[in-house]
């Protein structure tokens, strides 16, 4: 059964660094790439960047200064890092296959 | 950036009737590798998106047959026949053919 959950901080401070883990199971990620897209509070979805099964990565272009995806692929574990946040960054945030799956989101509050 | 313009922004529906939503994008969606990666989200309240049509008009597992995609090129249209209770809610189009991926802004489907 294929399954994603994010996990990581609900509150981070302006002008620090988000850390967030997609642990993903049912599915290697080595077979399966794995997208982050985050949606602010009644807005749209954004995608913000992918790692590929061989461990390479591309980012939205807007993001690319400030985030980075990496993996562990012995824990089944994506990580997103994004520094210099914003109360702008403050949003859902996902961690998805395209082929249909997705996990519950993780709310993230940029606020001191 | 490949730019999503989907519309309408809302679609008031009535329960039995049908809707339609358009998506355009602002470059060909057709890959070099021939197929077209155009994607159909649904997103309920304070749900994470669920995937309806993948590439242009497959319907994804369980998806119902009143569920339609069809389109090629830059121009694409999700109908929903016989409209249910459960189909209320955001669709998103996403084209995952060009890096950055990008979703269009989304449309309200709400009752009349």
């Known amino acids: 059964q294929v399954q994603l959950k994010e996990s990581g901080p609900g509150l981070v401070q302006p002008s620090q660094t988000l850390s967030l883990t997609c642990t993903v199971s049912?599915?290697?990620?080595?077979?399966?790439?794995v997208s982050w897209v985050r949606q602010p509070p009644g807005k749209g979805l954004e995608w913000m960047g992918v790692i590929w099964t061989g461990g390479s990565t591309a980012y939205n272009s807007l993001l690319k200064s400030r985030l980075s995806i990496s993996r562990d692929t012995s824990k089944s574990q994506v990580f997103l890092k994004m520094n210099s946040l914003q109360t702008e960054d403050t949003a859902t945030y996902y961690c998805?296959?395209?082929?249909?799956?997705w996990g519950q989101g993780v709310m993230v509050t940029v606020s001191s | 950036d490949v730019v999503m313009t989907q519309t309408p922004v809302s679609l008031p529906v009535s329960l039995g009737g049908q809707a339609s939503i358009s998506c355009r994008s602002s470059q060909s969606l057709v890959h070099s590798n021939g197929n077209t990666y155009l994607h159909w989200y649904l997103q309920k309240p304070g749900q994470s998106p669920q995937l309806l049509i993948y590439r242009v008009s497959n319907r994804f597992s369980g998806v119902p047959d009143r569920f339609s995609g069809s389109g090629s090129g830059t121009d694409f249209t999700l109908k929903i026949s016989r409209v249910e209770p459960e189909d209320l809610g955001d669709y998103y189009c996403l084209q995952s053919t060009h890096f950055p991926n990008t979703f269009g802004a989304g449309t309200k489907l709400e009752l009349k």
């Open positions: 049912g599915f290697s990620l080595t077979s399966y790439h």
């Open positions: 998805a296959r395209w082929d249909g799956y």
